[in-house]
Structure formats: C-alpha cells, structure tokens
C-alpha cells in the first residue's frame, strides 16, 4: 500500500510539473515583444529645480536610484515605496 501511495504521489507531482512547463511556454508563446529595453549605460535628465541637464556621469561613483512610478496606484505604489526605503535606510 505504501508502495502504491508513493507511486501515486510521484505520478501527480510529474504531471504537475509537465503541466506547469506546458501552461508556461504557451503563455511565452501568445506574448509578443519588439525589441529589447536599453537599460544600463548612459543617460541624460533635467534637473527640475535649475533645469540644468543631468547625467550619469554627475553621479559617478556614487550609487544611483531612478524610479518612474506610475500615476495612480493605490495597491502597487505603497509597497514600492516601502521598498524604495528600505534601500534609502542602507
């Protein structure tokens, strides 16, 4: 009997995950993408104080955090800036 129970339990733990692989790549499958983002090397902003140009290069050497945040979100906003504090407090 408890031969048949692991037995059981193996066949149900591989169809889960060939399940989830299938389930996976057909969700990759129906996005599309055109490109790929330009994140890392240099960057140019605007000051908004002076509205003098700002680069990468102004903060050389030190560390840099630029968050684009979004309009209105009342689920999702708190909790990045929670996690935008917590990496400020270091």
Do not use: H, M, N
């Amino acid at each position: 009997a408890l031969a048949l129970f692991g037995g059981a339990a193996g066949g149900l733990a591989y169809y889960y995950e060939v399940e989830k692989t299938r389930r996976q790549e057909a969700a990759a499958k129906g996005q599309k993408t055109y490109g790929k983002p330009a994140l890392g090397g240099p960057w140019t902003l605007v000051d908004a104080a002076t509205g003098a140009p700002v680069t990468d290069a102004s903060y050389r050497g030190r560390y840099q955090l630029l968050y684009f945040g979004f309009t209105r979100c009342p689920d999702i906003c708190p909790a990045e800036l929670v996690k935008v504090v917590e990496v400020l407090a270091r």
